[in-house]
């Protein structure tokens, strides 16, 4: 905290400076103006800075390309005008020294074309750059994943802001969509899906404690919560479609910075003055270290390790198209000792154990995308990925060292190629299909200590391959510039029990005027099961090993969502959506029991149950709604609420609370900007959230005593609930602008009343009590960036 303040101070008298020089910053503005259903470029758009004295303007050139010069530092609304397309102005835009601002930009041609007659409107500022998805769907930049309070700069953590969304806890970042399980969350990355991006990630899982994307390298992208189209698929509760900006291919540029996700470097820049093919590139290494020794607490005795890199090659002229590499990637490694454990860390269910956990993941991946005409395209991808993850407990009190209790070294290798065809038939229609192949290498290795200290091999599966194939293929038609359906068909085949199914999707967009429009959709969303639950062994009455899952098919979901939304100004937006899902095909046990599927996924160790068949049911249902004022005269507020039901049956055909139905979630997020002086800002922002607690199955405390471990009593699975879930966070942050650079610090004072929010219950042997671990309490995250 003093080191804060000292750094504040010296930036605010640095400001101080700058006021009494009075000098004039300057930066450029770039970027490509192109057609929102085609992709091409569009040249002769007119490009303005509003209120600007004298008039800062440009046109885009044949390749849709414009450039502005000399743009005093500060925000600017931008508009893009061109005859025959719906005209767009973008609002407070924050140009800054030290690195040139970039902008795509699409443009939606009209339906109706009236000649000579441009007609104004702010752009909807959360609108999906996907144009196929039609309803709970919207875009997010870069600078929302910094500006929220509590958010790490993570982009899954930001998205839990939004309504129907959730955490699973603090010290991860899975998020609940709708009351679905974390499992159901599909990440895409550059056109192909990848596996979890995120350090301390089991293996199966989508989430985990700190993000491996970089939101520095990040461009603006998308978030789907249902009823997405038919190119998403093997998903069942939503989707991130993210895109990396390509570097700066004129200058060069760079960043430095330290905070929660590690000290980092970065540049960026052409590879030489006359080719326009760009680098852009970030390493971080953890910091977590320096955190331990300044005595802030985590919940665990062990200082976590990890380290990520990202980077990105883009070469855009070529006679055979526009080409990019890419690539993304971390590694992470933690050890929690029974004999540091401090009597509030957390225990994960698993105590008077000493834990060792590392995991690792990475994906590199070949873009191709080639223009056969102005409105035909192709684009192709092909990636090769790694996930992989080791885990070995070994019992505190066992007079053993050599026994191990746990031990895991499991990985997957996957080969992906994928490829999607555009055609942009006119103002009307638009048009695409494709196909992606996805070849796994699976290699799980894991082993558990039975009563009789023998062990028992779980896993052994060595350099088996399985393959999911998905197609589809979907059209837009617009019957006016107000009315628009969608349409398309998704198909999955899984090669290792040749399970396949097509799902339909619909949805329709009705725009009643410029400030009220209708949506509904409609799809049927399939997944396979975690990988891991394949190839889980059993033994048999004969003493062999017999995987018993291998048949499992999808797990099924139908949804249905309906949707209003009020546009009260350019600037504030209210929006409704009630949805309803009805899932089928979910694994649950043969025999009689409370299991599902449906509640896996949000955990640090991965338990997984045999002799699985698809028989179980669940359903979601609710409603949502957003108050959101966007930013503008220095300030913002979003406010989402959201009322849901989400439960399931198991085998024993009783219908149950889903361990995620906490019934309600209100988050309230606003932040207001002080100017310091022409070039320097103090931002303020908070973050409060209300939301229901987790159901959990509780333990039996007489049975545990008896048994001197915890044990479980199942007979009352997901009745009990812990306590609403209750948090408040601030964020402080300075940013100021020199000639040459500019520098932000921010300071984010998390759960600042300190609430205790539990986290789980678990048993105690030592005191043979029922004992809770604890969500992190108050908790401090930093950042200190120069961009040059």
């Keep these: 905290m003093k080191i804060f303040c000292s750094i504040l ?88 020294s030290g690195k040139e601002f970039m902008l795509e930009i699409e443009l939606e041609e009209m339906v109706i074309n009236i000649d000579e007659v441009v007609v104004k409107a702010y752009g909807k500022k959360d ?10 769907a919207r875009s997010f930049t870069v600078e929302v994943t910094e500006r929220y309070a509590g958010t790490w700069f993570d982009p899954a953590r930001m998205a839990s802001n939004y309504a129907g969304v959730m955490t699973a806890g603090d010290q991860r970042n899975d998020i609940i969509i709708r009351g679905n399980s974390p499992l159901g969350l599909l990440w895409r990355l550059e056109g192909i899906d990848i596996p979890n991006p995120n350090h301390f990630g089991t293996l199966g899982t989508t989430g985990g404690p700190i993000s491996i994307l970089n939101n520095n390298l990040l461009n603006n992208s998308d978030f789907l919560t249902s009823a997405w189209p038919a190119e998403y698929g093997n998903a069942l509760s939503g989707v991130f479609d993210l895109n990396m900006r390509s570097g700066n291919n004129k200058k060069h540029e760079f960043v430095a910075q330290v905070g929660m996700n590690g000290f980092e470097l970065g540049a960026e820049g052409p590879f030489t003055k006359k080719s326009r093919a760009s680098y852009l590139i970030s390493y971080r290494y953890s910091t977590l270290a320096i955190f331990d020794a300044l005595g802030i607490n985590f919940g665990i005795s062990g200082i976590p390790q990890y380290q990520d890199i990202s980077f990105k090659i883009n070469v855009p002229d070529t006679k055979l198209g526009k080409f990019s590499i890419f690539g993304v990637g971390g590694s992470s490694y933690i050890e929690i000792l029974n004999k540091n454990k401090k009597a509030n860390d957390w225990t994960f269910g698993r105590d008077n154990l000493d834990l060792r956990f590392g995991s690792d993941m990475g994906v590199i991946g070949l873009s191709h995308l080639y223009f056969f005409n102005t409105n035909c395209r192709i684009k192709s991808v092909f990636a090769v990925s790694y996930t992989g993850a080791t885990a070995k407990a070994d019992s505190a009190y066992i007079n053993l060292p050599s026994l191990n209790y746990y031990g895991d070294e499991s990985s997957e290798i996957k080969y992906s190629f994928s490829t999607k065809y555009i055609q942009k038939v006119n103002a009307k229609n638009n048009f695409s299909l494709g196909f992606t192949s996805d070849l796994f290498k699976i290699f799980y290795n894991d082993s558990v200590l039975m009563p009789d200290y023998t062990y028992r091999r779980l896993s052994d599966t060595d350099n088996e391959s399985v393959m999911l194939f998905q197609s589809f293929i979907q059209f837009e038609h617009k019957f006016s510039d107000e009315l628009v359906i969608y349409s398309g068909l998704h198909y999955q085949y899984f090669n290792l029990n040749a399970s396949q199914v097509i799902e339909p999707r619909a949805s329709i967009k009705w725009t009643l005027n410029r400030k009220h429009s209708l949506s509904f959709g409609f799809g049927l969303h399939s997944q396979i099961q975690p990988r891991l639950f394949y190839f889980l062994q059993t ?7 017999v995987k018993t899952n291998r048949n499992l098919g999808f797990s099924k979901s ?11 100004n350019k600037n504030l937006r209210l929006k409704l959506e009630t949805y309803y899902q009805h899932l089928y095909k979910i694994p649950v046990e043969v025999k009689s029991s409370y299991y599902s599927i449906i509640n896996y996924g949000s955990e640090f160790y991965s338990e997984r149950s045999d002799s699985l068949v698809n028989n179980g049911f669940g359903e979601n249902y609710g409603l949502e709604l957003t108050l959101e004022k966007f930013l503008s005269n220095n300030y913002y507020f979003l406010l989402t609420a959201s009322a849901f039901e989400s439960l399931y049956k198991g085998s024993d055909n009783i219908e149950r609370n889903t361990i995620y139905n906490g019934n309600y979630v209100l988050n309230v997020l606003s932040g207001y900007t002080f100017n310091v002086g022409k070039y320097s800002a103090l931002c303020l922002d908070i973050k409060f959230v209300n939301a229901g607690g987790r159901h959990y199955i509780p333990v039996d405390l007489e049975k545990s005593k008896l048994t001197g471990a915890k044990v479980l009593d199942y007979s009352k699975a997901y009745e009990p ?6 948090r408040i966070d601030t964020r402080i942050s300075f940013k100021l602008n020199r000639k040459k650079f500019n520098t932000e610090i921010a300071f984010d004072i998390q759960n600042i009343t300190g609430h205790e929010n539990i986290l789980l ?27 040059f």
């Design 539 to 545: 033994l048999s009455p004969d003493s062999s090993f």
């Design 127 to 136: 609108s999906p750059l996907n144009e196929m998805a039609k309803i709970s």
């Design 558 to 568: 139908i949804q249905f969502v309906l949707g209003y939304d009020y546009l009260i």
């Design 9 to 96: 101070i010296l930036l605010i008298f640095q400001t101080g400076n700058i006021i009494a020089q009075e000098k004039q910053y300057t930066q450029t503005i770039r970027g490509t103006v192109i057609d929102a259903g085609s992709k091409s470029p569009i040249p002769g758009v007119n490009i303005i800075l509003l209120n600007t004295n004298p008039l800062k303007a440009a046109t885009t050139n044949y390749n849709g390309e414009f450039e502005i010069k000399q743009v005093p530092i500060g925000r600017y609304d931008i508009s893009f005008d061109n005859i025959g397309y719906k005209s767009v102005i973008i609002g407070n835009q924050l140009i800054k």
């Design 721 to 726: 609930q812990y306590p609403p879930y209750f």
């Design 761 to 787: 219950e678990t048993y105690d042997v030592k005191t043979a009590s029922i004992k809770f671990d604890y969500q992190l309490g108050l908790f401090y995250v930093f950042l200190l960036r120069f961009q």
